[in-house]
C-alpha cells in the first residue's frame, strides 16, 4: 500500500512539473504560473511580449526594434485645426507645422501628421491671385521629378469647389489640392499675403515663402529648400 502511495505522488510530481506556458519548447524544462516572458536557461532564443499582442520570437542577440514616437508624443503641444488647439499668431522656420485634415480635388483627404515622415511643401493659393497662377507649373514639375520622400500640397483659400475644381480640369494639374473654403486651416497659417509657401521638413517648418516670381525660377527656389531637407 505505501509503495503504491508513492509512485502516485511521483507520478503526480512529474505532471506538475512539466505543465505551463513560459516554454517555446515541448518539454523544455517548464515554467511556472503562465507567463510568457518565462525563459529558460537552455533555450536558445529571446522572447518579446508586448502588452495586448501575441508574443514574438526574436533571434538570439538581436535588438527589439525601436517604434518612432507617436505624432502626439512629438509634438504634444501642437496646434490642431480639427481640436482648435493653439491658433498661433505667427509662423516661422523652426515651428511645428500646424495640424489640420483637407478634402482633396481628386476625392480624397490629406492629413498633414500623416506625412510627419515627409518633406511637404504647403502652398496657399487663389484661383484670383496672380503671382499664385503664375508659379503652380512649378509644382507640376516638382511631382514629375518624383522626388523620394515629397509630398505637395495646395490648399485654396476661400473659394467654392466649383471654381477650384473648373481651374484644375482646364490646367490639367496632378498635384494635390486641398479646399479651405471657410478659412480654417488658413486661420492656422497667417501670412501676409498669397502665395503662401512652406518647405515643411518632418513636421518642422524649415522654410517659408510669402510672394511668388515665375514659375522656373520658384521650381529652382523650392526644389533646393527641398533637397537640403533630404540631405
Known amino acids: 500500500m505505501r509503495k503504491r502511495i508513492s509512485i502516485i505522488l511521483v507520478a503526480a510530481f512529474l505532471m506538475v512539473g512539466f505543465s505551463g506556458c513560459g516554454s517555446k519548447k515541448s518539454g523544455g524544462g517548464g515554467g511556472g504560473g503562465g507567463s510568457l516572458l518565462t525563459k529558460s536557461s537552455e533555450q536558445t532564443e529571446d522572447w518579446e511580449s508586448v502588452s495586448g499582442k501575441s508574443s514574438v520570437i526574436k533571434g538570439l542577440g538581436e535588438e527589439p526594434a525601436t517604434e518612432e514616437p ?29 495640424n489640420f485634415k483637407v478634402g482633396l480635388v481628386n476625392g480624397g483627404t490629406f492629413r498633414m501628421s500623416d506625412y510627419d515622415d515627409k518633406v511637404v511643401l504647403l502652398n496657399f493659393w487663389a484661383t484670383w491671385c496672380s503671382p499664385c497662377v503664375r508659379e503652380m507649373p512649378a509644382f507640376e514639375r516638382l511631382k514629375a521629378d518624383g522626388i523620394e520622400g515629397l509630398e505637395i500640397l495646395c490648399i485654396n483659400c476661400r473659394e467654392d469647389k466649383f471654381t477650384v475644381e473648373s481651374f484644375i480640369e482646364s490646367e490639367g494639374y496632378t498635384f494635390n489640392i486641398g479646399y479651405d473654403q471657410y478659412g480654417r486651416v488658413e486661420s492656422y497659417y497667417p501670412a501676409s499675403g498669397i502665395p503662401y509657401t512652406l518647405v515643411v521638413d518632418h513636421g518642422v517648418i524649415a522654410k517659408t515663402y510669402v510672394g511668388a516670381a515665375d514659375a522656373d525660377t520658384q521650381y529652382e527656389e523650392y526644389k533646393s529648400a527641398i533637397e537640403a531637407c533630404l540631405k
Not at 70 to 98: C, H, I, Q, S, Y
Request: hydrophobic share 20%.
Open 70 to 98: 507617436k505624432t502626439e508624443e512629438r509634438f504634444p503641444d501642437r496646434p490642431d485645426v480639427e481640436t482648435g488647439n493653439g491658433t498661433p499668431m505667427t509662423l516661422g522656420e523652426g515651428d511645428v507645422a500646424p
